[in-house]
């Protein structure tokens, strides 16, 4: 039976944002706007990204220090179920954000206690879909891939190699470009032939930012376009449409509808500062507002 629409198994973290005149290079100080700390961690993201679209929602990850509860208490006011997550003997993840004026931001993740989660096997087979992201290890993410027997979406980022035995197990494949060249191991190709020979049992949906995304299945392919809005921060974007795509599957969209769907939550989420504070919930992104 399942218990849960959807189990993420994946990283808390704490984010530490800055708004900055462009994104710092090698050598460089810069000056920027006021530090904003807040929840964040792709897994928890998503995780709050589903809660809020009424999805039966649960988490799977690991939190240190004191900063840990403080993450802990925003998950709780989502009604996500805790039981997967684990105290760990190591600092609470933490990432650094930088948000230059187009919206869009540099990050870097401290993991700390994300390299620390366990799988909890049975939680992740009670669920219908099942979020996987790479701010924990490859090898939590093949277990809990290999535990799975609802519908497995994997968002690639940041970008490292996945390993073949993950990728036999996923259901949608969620990469930005960037991460999509990085799994195919060329800095430039035809997207579509690439995705199509990185070996996934279904779809790949690839992420262009403003550009919408590109749907890519065996026999075709489908641009879907993106809303035309003023990004201010683009940090959950791509954690919200992994969570709507799941969303919409789950409801019996195929790909293609659940790619619009997710482009619609996604625009919403980019019009908003911070990471989960930023997340729409379903009656927002269906009244329009």
Same mark, same amino acid.
């Given at each position: 039976?399942?218990?849960?629409?959807?189990?993420?198994?994946? !990283?808390?973290n704490i984010?530490?944002?800055?708004?900055?005149?462009?994104?710092?290079?090698? +050598?460089?100080?810069?000056? +920027?706007?006021?530090?904003?700390?807040?929840?964040?961690?792709?897994?928890? %993201?998503?995780?709050?990204? *589903?809660?809020?679209?009424?999805?039966?929602?649960?988490?799977?990850? @690991?939190?240190?220090?004191?900063?840990?509860?403080?993450?802990? %208490?925003?998950?709780?006011?989502?009604?996500?179920?805790?039981s997967?997550?684990?105290q760990?003997?190591?600092?609470?993840?933490?990432?650094?954000?930088?948000?230059?004026?187009? +919206?869009? !931001?540099?990050?870097?993740?401290?993991?700390?206690?994300?390299?620390? $989660?366990?799988?909890?096997?049975?939680?992740? @087979? !009670?669920?219908? *879909?099942?979020?996987?992201?790479?701010?924990?290890?490859?090898?939590?993410?093949?277990? /809990?891939?290999?535990?799975?027997?609802?519908?497995?979406?994997?968002?690639?980022?940041?970008?490292?190699?996945?390993?073949?035995?993950?990728?036999? %197990?996923?259901?949608?494949?969620?990469?930005?470009?960037? &991460?999509?060249?990085?799994?195919?191991?060329?800095?430039?190709?035809?997207?579509?032939?690439?995705?199509?020979?990185?070996?996934t049992?279904?779809?790949v $949906?690839?992420?262009?930012?403003?550009?919408? !995304?590109?749907?890519?299945? &065996? /026999?075709?392919?489908?641009?879907?376009?993106? &809303?035309?809005?003023?990004?201010?921060?683009?940090?959950?974007?791509?954690?919200?449409?992994?969570?709507?795509?799941?969303?919409?599957?789950?409801?019996?969209?195929? $790909? $293609? &509808?659940?790619?619009?769907? *997710?482009?619609?939550? @996604?625009?919403?989420?980019?019009?908003?500062?911070? @990471?989960?504070?930023?997340?729409?919930?379903?009656?927002?992104?269906?009244?329009?507002?």
């Amino acid at each position: 039976m399942n218990n849960f629409d959807i189990v993420v198994v994946g !990283s808390l973290n704490i984010d530490v944002t800055v708004d900055v005149p462009q994104a710092p290079t090698a +050598g460089q100080t810069l000056l +920027g706007g006021d530090a904003r700390r807040s929840g964040g961690g792709k897994g928890g %993201n998503q995780a709050v990204a *589903a809660a809020r679209l009424g999805r039966r929602t649960a988490m799977v990850g @690991a939190v240190g220090d004191a900063d840990g509860e403080f993450l802990l %208490n925003l998950l709780r006011e989502e009604t996500i179920d805790l039981s997967g997550v684990q105290q760990a003997s190591a600092p609470t993840g933490q990432a650094f954000v930088f948000v230059d004026t187009e +919206g869009d !931001s540099t990050i870097v993740v401290s993991p700390g206690a994300n390299d620390h $989660v366990v799988v909890d096997r049975d939680l992740v @087979a !009670s669920a219908r *879909a099942v979020l996987l992201q790479q701010e924990v290890p490859s090898a939590v993410n093949e277990e /809990a891939a290999q535990a799975a027997t609802g519908l497995v979406v994997l968002n690639p980022a940041p970008a490292r190699p996945v390993p073949a035995e993950l990728l036999a %197990n996923v259901d949608v494949l969620v990469p930005n470009r960037g &991460e999509l060249l990085g799994l195919a191991g060329v800095d430039r190709g035809d997207l579509v032939q690439l995705a199509q020979g990185l070996g996934t049992r279904g779809p790949v $949906v690839i992420t262009l930012g403003a550009q919408g !995304s590109l749907v890519v299945e &065996e /026999a075709r392919s489908t641009r879907v376009p993106a &809303e035309q809005v003023k990004a201010v921060d683009a940090t959950a974007a791509g954690d919200s449409f992994c969570a709507a795509l799941a969303d919409a599957m789950l409801d019996g969209a195929d $790909v $293609v &509808e659940a790619a619009r769907w *997710a482009t619609r939550v @996604a625009a919403v989420t980019v019009t908003r500062q911070g @990471a989960m504070a930023s997340l729409p919930t379903r009656a927002e992104i269906t009244s329009g507002t």
